[in-house]
C-alpha cells in the first residue's frame, strides 16, 4: 500500500511556543490530505480538509488561526500549532487520499508541558 | 449530519470469534471502512464495503446492509495479537477527497 510520513514523530515543548508537523505522501501525489487529533482512548476527530493550492477546510470548532495548514505540493503538507498550550498535547495523524481509501501517516505525539 | 454508533469495549478469549457491530445515519452514503488501531499507532486499512454482503479477508470479514445502516466487522480465531481498537468509518457521497467520518472506535482486549 501507499505510504505516508510524519515528522517528527514525537515533540515536546514549553507552553507558548509553535510546532511545525510535516506530513508527506511518498510514493503518490496526494490532492487532498487530512488532519486528525486524538485523544487518550477516544475516535479520531477529523480537524480539516488540506488541499493542495487553496486553503484548508476547518471542521467546526477548530480554530483555523490557531492551527495553520499549508499544503504547498501534492506530496506535503504541514500542521502548524501556534502558541501551543497544555490542551493542545495530543496525537495528531494526518492521512493522504489515495484513489481508495486513506493511506495514515504513523502519528505525532505532542506533549506541551 | 452524521450518527456513527458502535460498542465501546468488548472482551474475548483468545481462539474465539467477536463480532464488532456498526451502525450509522447519514445521506449520500457512499461506502464503509473498518480500521484496526493499535495503541499509539496510527490505523491501518483492514476492509471496505459498500455493496450489501460479506466480504471476507482472512480471518476478518465484514459486512454491511446499506437499508439497515449496519455493518459489523467479524473476528475469527483470536489472538493476543487482535487486542486493538477497531474503528468503523463512512465516507459521504461527494466528500471530497474520500473525507472519512469515523465512529468512537470498539476497544477489543483478547485474554488467553
Known amino acids: 500500500g501507499a505510504v505516508v510520513s510524519q515528522h517528527p514523530s514525537r515533540v515536546i515543548c514549553k507552553s507558548g511556543t509553535s510546532v511545525k508537523i510535516e506530513c508527506r505522501s511518498l510514493d503518490f501525489q496526494a490532492t487532498t490530505m487530512f488532519w486528525y487529533r486524538q485523544f487518550p482512548k477516544q475516535s479520531l476527530m477529523l480537524m480539516a480538509t488540506s488541499n493542495e493550492g487553496s486553503k484548508a477546510t476547518y471542521e467546526q470548532g477548530v480554530e483555523k488561526d490557531k492551527f495553520l495548514i499549508n499544503h504547498a505540493s501534492l506530496t506535503l503538507s504541514t500542521l502548524t500549532v501556534t502558541s501551543a498550550h497544555p490542551e493542545d498535547s495530543s496525537f495528531y495523524i494526518c492521512s493522504a487520499s489515495g484513489r481508495d481509501t486513506q493511506y495514515f501517516g504513523p502519528g505525532t505525539r505532542l506533549t506541551v508541558l | 449530519g452524521q450518527n456513527i454508533d458502535q460498542p465501546t469495549e468488548m472482551t474475548a478469549t483468545e481462539g474465539a470469534i467477536v463480532q464488532i457491530n456498526c451502525t450509522y445515519q447519514t445521506s449520500g452514503f457512499n461506502g464503509l471502512f473498518w480500521y484496526q488501531q493499535h495503541a499509539g499507532e496510527a490505523p491501518t486499512f483492514l476492509s471496505y464495503?459498500?455493496?450489501?454482503g460479506l466480504e471476507e479477508k482472512g480471518r476478518f470479514s465484514s459486512f454491511l446492509s446499506r437499508s439497515k445502516g449496519y455493518s459489523y466487522l467479524l473476528l475469527k480465531e483470536l489472538q493476543m495479537k487482535d487486542s486493538a481498537s477497531y474503528l468503523c468509518a463512512v465516507v459521504m457521497i461527494k466528500a471530497a477527497g474520500n473525507k472519512l467520518t469515523f465512529g468512537g472506535g470498539t476497544r477489543v482486549l483478547v485474554k488467553p
Open positions: 464495503n459498500v455493496l450489501d
